[in-house]
């Protein structure tokens, strides 16, 4: 597939720290909700990939915007947006919440931060989730605040992350559990800082509200983790697909629902409260599905995915349509998530599937591969 130049204008946003990586060796971007997203640097993705699993690296996520609800009706407006039951929430948590239209298709699956009963932010994927709000506010006559906040989050991932940010911030910050935030001083300036992020090596997401702080915090980074081989990175396709952390727009949209995404542990359809899309999830459960994401491991060391690519057996059956895909140094094939038909659900089953003109071997798996 071939990439093209992104031409900058006030519908991308650039962020705060886009001048500082194009310094630092930037080569491409993408737009995620209306914003640049830094897709490669000097390095191969395969290289960013195992830096990724042994160092540090600082990724511009500035792109996952915040929707904030805040006001009196605010905690009764979020739950509307999500099936999972909010409703023993703790402020100071992240939890990690799908949003579903009233048909169950999943409209984005943000994390979710409870600042108080009265403060919400939804950090989302690629979508306009701020407009569902509004309508949900406005349909429902609530009294609450939606706005976009200025946050452009920083995020630090990697096993070498603990360390670094240790040496920044002090011992406090090691005390952060999983999905927990608190706010973090830095030259006298409080950061909210979740131990989160879009990998599972570990790290911690920085929620930058001040810039000329932020920025200040970017560049002690750079300068204190270079002990630590530190580079700047992004999401790495590689490790996103082998830990099955699912992108929204790409992995599923508006037409899947959230049983056919495994979210199973996020669907609270037996407890009281009220959301957007509960009998119609009701009614999925009770007819059970005919198609789900699983993980596919083809016998190729190329592939190019730029769109959903459909999948046929050799007597020309649809056997489902792979989403995402990459060649993984790990399993030395491309591996891939795909949204695989009820017939051929059979892990130990191999089949020879049809992409385009060429035919390979392929096996299906459960997620995560790793």
């Not at 160092?55 to 996952?64: F, K, R």
């Not at 999925?284 to 994401?293: A, E, V």
Request: proline share 3%; glycine share 8%.
């Amino acid at each position: 597939m071939k990439n093209f130049l992104i031409s900058k204008s006030r519908r991308i946003r650039s962020t705060p720290y886009t001048s500082r990586l194009e310094k630092q060796g930037l080569t491409s971007y993408t737009v995620y909700n209306h914003m640049l997203l830094p897709t490669g640097f000097n390095n191969s993705l395969e290289d960013d990939y195992y830096h990724l699993k042994e160092h540090v690296q600082v990724w511009d996520v500035a792109g996952e915007r915040q929707v904030e609800i805040s006001g009196k009706d605010s905690a009764r407006l979020v739950q509307l947006m999500t099936c999972r039951d909010l409703s023993k929430s703790k402020d100071g948590r992240c939890y990690y919440c799908p949003i579903i239209d009233n048909k169950g298709g999943l409209i984005n699956d943000p994390v979710v931060l409870r600042h108080s009963i009265e403060k919400w932010w939804l950090s989302i994927a690629d979508s306009d989730v701020i407009l569902y709000a509004k309508g949900l506010a406005i349909g429902y006559d609530l009294k609450v605040n939606i706005i976009e906040p200025n946050v452009n989050i920083l995020a630090v991932q990697g096993p070498k992350s603990y360390i670094l940010m240790e040496k920044i911030l002090g011992e406090k910050i090691r005390g952060l559990k999983f999905f927990d935030f608190d706010y973090f001083e830095f030259k006298d300036t409080d950061h909210l800082i979740a131990r989160s992020g879009w990998s599972k090596q570990g790290g911690y997401e920085i929620y930058v509200e001040n810039t000329k702080s932020g920025l200040e915090l970017y560049d002690s980074l750079f300068d204190i983790g270079k002990e630590f081989n530190i580079r700047p990175g992004y999401p790495n396709l590689i490790e996103r697909i082998e830990s099955a952390l699912l992108s929204c727009g790409n992995d599923f949209d508006n037409n899947d629902n959230p049983f056919e995404c495994g979210f199973d542990k996020f669907i609270n359809i037996d407890s009281d409260v009220e959301f957007i899309g509960k009998n119609e999830l009701k009614k999925i459960q009770t007819k059970g599905i005919t198609r789900k994401l699983m993980g596919i491991i083809i016998e190729t060391k190329t592939i190019n995915v730029s769109g959903s690519i459909e999948l046929k057996d050799k007597d020309n059956n649809i056997v489902g349509d792979m989403r995402s895909g990459v060649y993984s140094p790990n399993f030395k094939k491309v591996i891939g998530i795909a949204m695989i038909n009820k017939p051929f659900w059979n892990v130990s089953q191999e089949y020879q599937i049809v992409i385009g003109n060429d035919i390979y071997q392929a096996k299906l798996c459960a997620l995560p591969f790793i």
